[in-house]
Structure formats: C-alpha cells, structure tokens
C-alpha cells in the first residue's frame, strides 16, 4: 500500500441524495487518487469513460488494475476498504451510485 499523500485528490460532486441512494459522480485528472475510504453502502459504478484504474487494498491483499469501459457497469459490497488510483495519464470520469 503506497502513501496517499503523493497523489492529487479525486473530485467528487454530489448529484443526488435521497432516503434510498446517493449518486456522486467522481472526476480523475492523471495521478488522482480518491484516498482510502470504506464503503458504508452496497454501490454500482457506471463508467462515463473508457480508462484504468489503481485500486490499491489492505495489507495483506493483493492491489489491482481495474478496466473501465463507458457504459458498462459494476458493484461492489460495503464493507469494502481500498483507494482508488488514476495512474495514467487521461482523465478518468464514472458515475457511484450508493445504495443504503
């Protein structure tokens, strides 16, 4: 697990929230991390933008690339613990969508 500190802050702007969902969307310029968090809520990601990135996990775990497609969705459990990276050089944009 790599130090957050060396990479830029991911932009996250809330576009919706209600009793059952919370819709954020999350803007990666190059080298943009989101910080390491845990996931309070099941979620679904929907990619705006065809991209890679860094999930960095907990010690122990093995870190991992994930490969986005634009349009083509995935979920992930609460509970989850990990931050999430843009190592490459090209703005990666998706759509969170947290399901309380």
Known sequence: MSETSKWSQAVQTK???????RVSEWRFAPGAATGWHQHAFDYVVVP????RLLIETKPGEEDFYRDLSAGDPYTGPAGVEHDVINDSDQEVVFIE????
């Open 48 to 51: 705006m933008t065809t991209g």
């Open 97 to 100: 969508i947290e399901l309380k």
């Open 15 to 21: 576009k919706h929230e209600d009793e059952r969902v």
